[in-house]
């Protein structure tokens, strides 16, 4: 039996049994490897869906370089690879200040160009976030760079995937946009396109009172490009591995498989080897 024949099976009420094939079990390799090794990585270990942040001198420089490139592209077509670029939650998305403002915008046309010629499947990019007093002007400077950029990406074919992002205490300085259920369901209502889909982060809505089957009720999943799995015990943003938290992950596969998601998943906590172990553990033969 070959690693993507291997099965990822979810028991569920009535003896009925949902099936995940291994090959929609993606690992978010973050920067823990060069974007090149990355993919790499992915083909050595049977990993169809790899995410990976490219470096800051990759973006600086405009790129890898043209043989690299080349050889990139190859592998991701032979192998079958999916790739995905995640954009840094910490680049402000509703930056409005003189320059700053510049800055990430040519950030994120950076990550669409570089997907551009990678033939990446997916960028991930996030709402950025506000400072309480000056939520609207920010949620309106998020939602029209967003929607530039989507302008963007669409004339060079490249898929967004917003991701709703983790709620702060109500008495932070700092909150991310589209992390509130209320304001995901904004942004998805006024963005949603051909171009922006969702990548739905569980582990996020379960920090949110109304958890993460709200989310779930109350969004489309429809449009969802990528759910994201970790786990955190309801109060603050953790990454833990799955099953140390408090994600109840059988019942969240069950309703994410009988409502006919059929992307994939992303294991995004620890190191490769963890992520990898827990994806064995994941996919059982079948």
Known sequence: MT?????????????????????R???????RLPLEG??????????????????DEILESGGL?????????????DDGISLGLH??????????????????????????????RLNADRIIVHAGYHFTSDE?????????????????????????????MNPEPADAEVH???SELDDCKRYFETLLSETVAWAFNPPHANLHPTGVHGYLDELDLGVCGEVRLNDNRGIKEEHLPIGEGNIDFERLFDTLERRQYDGHYMLAFGTLEQMLAHRSELATAH
């Open 87 to 116: 954009t840094l939650s910490a680049i402000n998305t509703a930056a409005y200040s003189p320059y700053v403002a510049d800055g990430v915008e040519q950030y994120l046309e950076a990550f669409v160009d570089l997907a551009d």
């Open 3 to 23: 690693r993507r024949q291997i099965l990822y099976t979810v028991p569920v009420p009535c003896g009925v049994r949902a099936m995940i094939p291994a090959d």
């Open 25 to 31: 079990i993606g690992v978010d390799v973050g920067v």
């Open 65 to 77: 370089d043209d043989e690299t490139e080349s050889k990139l592209v190859e592998t991701i077509a």
């Open 176 to 178: 991310y946009l589209c």
């Open 38 to 55: 990355a993919v790499q990585w992915a083909v050595d270990e049977g990993v169809t869906y790899v995410d990976v942040r490219p470096t």
């Open 136 to 164: 609207d002007a920010r949620r309106r400077a998020s939602m029209d760079r967003l929607a530039r950029l989507a302008e963007y990406a669409a004339a060079r074919d490249v898929k967004l995937l917003l991701e709703n």
